[in-house]
């Protein structure tokens, strides 16, 4: 049995979640709405504040599903009640970022500033002129969201200059002089 499909979920009080015939599962919480489509074969139950995830057979297939979509409904929970973030940092001098509204714009070495707008709740912050979070209620948005940051410069192996994430370790390399 698949180690990850077969916990349950808990849905703490104020969330509602919803199954329709199409297997679509529908996540109502205090931050938002998040829906996501379930394989046919993976069929949901709710009891008592619990959902469960149950696979039609033991193939291979059906067991990488039943782990998959568990996660998948496990974080709509845990992104409608308690939200997600990645923090990125900014290395290099002159490297800063600035929020205005939604748009986040980044100077870090260019000819012109990088621009980026947030997609529907999705918020940057700037707690200081080098640091930027990038926060939400779905993982997948968040996430990708901030490897596209990060992607506009990423951290270099000599100096780290760069865009990083805040708990990334970079790799440093010895440079011509260290022999």
């Known amino acids: ?3 990850i499909g077969k916990l349950p979920i ?4 104020g969330v509602t979640v ?3 015939e199409r297997n679509l599962v529908v996540v109502k919480g205090p931050k938002g709405t998040l829906s996501q489509d379930v394989h046919q074969d993976i069929k949901l139950s709710q009891d008592n504040g619990v959902l469960i995830l149950e696979r039609k057979d033991d193939s291979k297939p059906q067991k990488a599903m039943h782990g998959l979509y568990r996660s998948l409904v496990h974080n709509m929970v845990v992104g409608v009640t308690e939200g997600f973030s990645k923090t990125l940092e900014l ?3 002159g490297y800063r970022a600035q929020v205005d509204g939604n748009t986040l ?3 870090v070495g260019y000819s012109h500033p990088v621009v980026f707008t947030a997609p529907k ?4 912050q700037t707690p200081s002129a080098t640091s930027v979070v990038v926060s939400g209620i779905d993982k997948q948005v968040v996430g990708n969201l901030a490897a596209d940051i990060r992607a506009v ?3 270099e192996p000599y100096l780290g200059k760069g865009i990083k994430y805040k708990d990334e370790h970079i790799r440093r390399k010895v440079g011509k002089a260290g022999n």
């Open 121 to 124: 709740d999705v918020t940057f």
């Open 105 to 107: 714009t980044l100077n």
């Open 1 to 3: 049995m698949s180690r």
């Open 91 to 93: 290395v290099g001098t």
């Open 153 to 155: 410069r990423p951290p």
């Open 10 to 13: 808990s849905v703490p009080n």
């Open 18 to 20: 919803t199954v329709d």
